[in-house]
């Protein structure tokens, strides 16, 4: 296994305090990352939805890139759309793996 050099010890001990050991608080930084990137996803899909009116499905149902004649930054939402909801998944595929692999573990 990797080890870890002092100077990151430091820092996990900033972020994380008390007496625990270096993999639990490793294993909340972790979660705290993934959650804050799920926040940032979630944040997106919501403004998105709020700005077209619709969720993504229906977004892509109605061909509103073609609808809207494929404006930049219509385009660039949907990219951006797309790469939330993947993200979304994603992070709660990774909390939970995480989850499970701590109470394995």
């Given at each position: 296994m990797a080890e870890i050099s002092?100077?990151?010890?430091?820092?996990?001990?900033?972020?994380?305090?008390?007496?625990?050991?270096?993999?639990?608080?490793?294993?909340?930084?972790?979660?705290?990352?993934?959650?804050?990137?799920?926040?940032?996803?979630?944040?997106?899909?919501?403004?998105?939805?709020k700005k077209y009116h619709m969720d993504f499905e229906t977004f892509e149902q109605q061909q509103m890139v073609e609808k809207l004649n494929y404006c930049l930054e219509v385009e660039t939402d949907a990219e951006d759309w797309e790469m939330a909801l993947d993200g979304i998944n994603t992070m709660k595929r990774k909390l939970s793996e995480l989850k499970e692999e701590i109470h394995v573990g």
């Open positions: 002092y100077k990151i010890v430091k820092h996990i001990d900033f972020l994380e305090h008390g007496e625990r050991s270096l993999d639990s608080k490793l294993e909340d930084i972790l979660n705290n990352e993934y959650r804050r990137k799920l926040s940032r996803y979630q944040y997106t899909d919501r403004m998105l939805r």
